[in-house]
């Protein structure tokens, strides 16, 4: 007769009956049971603790509510089309969180203090900073990202330098985005224009924005002396287009409203890039090669390397930011930890993203997904040590109470028939 399995005990509950109404409740309490006890010994790949599980809608996207994640946090999702045996893990590890850079003005006097206001992130603590490092004003933008904080005139000083960052905490730990440059202002002076502002500039950027004083004429001098001029809008609102920014680069801008003097320069240094860690995600075998296939920022530059940080793949993403590279299974081995990496140069130098960690799929084995359990020592990586212990040897009570349950339901099924035919 052959063992009878978990695969064959869920298809004898679900097509061996053939009264309708029992059939559906058979059919639920199988897929309960199944999900239950008999999801990882079939190949489902799952952390400690109960799996999430969610349905692909009719264009096969899918979504699923989890509690918050932690950057370095490994997520394993496997998919299972009725009929069929469930697919290839796929591994992927959660990246550290990029804080934008919040926008701020300042405004104000030495007698009434210095407002500053400007958008974030949604509850983003906020810190303005002097050049020393020091936080001389700190508060929380609001659900919607909005936030105003007053400087102490006796914390900073006309002309001063200041640096405004958002800090957002996610998973137990801070993250920080890059610092908006703001100056503070000086007294009002009759006859002067107000000191303009400048939007954050990081390299790449090929435009710069800012305000000053409604339909002022703004003149921004770009590092090698070349002017660029435009005037604000009605709401004192300006920007310019520019060539290529570089990190380290010194803009100048100053605002000239008619019937005054020009107002103070103000200077901003272009930062440097930050760029956003590539999704990504393996599939393949030792046979056909392995393909890596994620998203990343449009035309950047694609590295995997292993942990000897010796490239096993590379690649370049198309205009939507799409990549696939296939590796050589020559190159990579089951159970190897890979890392991911942009790269997009701008100014004549390369900048780096966080690596995105995959872990090397092992083969499948008799058309069933191969879990955790799988991999020997040599192979089990710190992402794969947490794995349960599927224990599909000590599951043989399973069999046997499918077993019962069939014969169960086949006898109330001929108590059934007997009871109609007595009545006809």
């Given amino acids: 007769m052959g063992i009878l399995t ?26 309960l049971f199944v999900h239950k006890y008999m999801l990882n010994p079939i190949g489902g790949f799952f952390p400690e603790g109960d799996p999430i599980t969610a349905e692909a809608d009719d264009e096969g996207n899918w979504e699923a509510t989890v509690p918050e994640l932690t950057e ?9 089309s009725e009929g069929k045996d ?30 500053v206001t400007g958008t974030a992130a949604a509850n983003a603590a906020i810190e303005i900073l002097n050049e020393a490092g020091d936080i001389v004003g700190s508060t929380t933008a609001d659900d919607k990202g909005a936030y105003t904080v007053t400087l102490d005139p006796d914390d900073v000083a006309p002309e001063e330098a200041l640096q405004v960052v958002a800090v957002v905490t996610a998973g137990g730990q801070d993250y920080r985005s890059t610092g908006t440059t703001q100056v503070v202002p000086a007294d009002d002076v009759e006859g002067l224009t ?20 409604p339909g002022a004429t703004v003149t921004v001098t770009l590092p090698d002396g070349t002017e660029v001029t435009t005037e604000t809008d009605d709401e004192g609102n ?8 570089s990190e380290g680069d010194t803009i100048t801008v100053v605002a000239d409203s008619d019937g005054k003097d020009p107002s103070d320069p103000i200077n901003v240094t272009v930062g440097a890039l930050t760029v ?31 942990e000897d940080n010796e490239i096993v793949g590379k690649g370049t993403a198309n205009h939507a930011g799409n990549f696939m590279i296939t590796l050589n299974p020559e190159n990579v081995t089951a159970g190897d930890i890979l890392r991911v990496v942009a790269i997009v140069r701008v100014g004549g130098k390369d900048y780096r993203s966080q690596a995105t960690k995959i872990v090397v799929p092992n083969d499948e084995s008799d058309g069933i997904t191969p879990n955790g359990n799988n991999l020997n ?16 040897e000590n599951y043989w009570y399973i069999s046997i109470l499918g077993l019962v349950l069939f014969l169960f339901g086949n006898v109330l099924w001929y108590l059934e028939l007997k009871r109609r035919r007595k009545e006809s």
């Fill in 86 to 115: 469930p697919s290839a893990p796929i591994t992927v590890s959660v990246n550290g969180l990029t804080v934008a850079a919040p926008t701020a003005t300042i405004t104000g006097n030495s007698t009434d203090g210095y407002p």
């Fill in 194 to 213: 107000e000191t303009p502002t400048i939007d954050s500039v990081t390299a790449g950027d090929t435009t710069i924005g800012g305000t000053a004083e």
């Fill in 377 to 392: 020592e040599n192979n089990k990586d710190e992402n794969n040590k947490f794995l349960p212990k599927t224990g599909t």
């Fill in 6 to 31: 978990a695969r064959k005990f869920l298809h004898i509950l679900l097509f061996s009956n053939r009264d309708v109404e029992k059939k559906q409740s058979f059919k639920i309490y199988a897929l």
């Fill in 276 to 306: 956003a860690a590539p999704t990504a995600s393996i599939s393949g075998n030792s046979t056909d090669g392995y393909p890596v296939i994620g998203k990343a920022s449009a035309h950047a530059i694609i590295e995997i390397l292993n």
């Fill in 72 to 80: 370095g946090d490994t997520v394993t999702v496997v998919a299972e």
């Fill in 238 to 245: 300006w920007s310019v287009n520019v060539p290529e920014l």
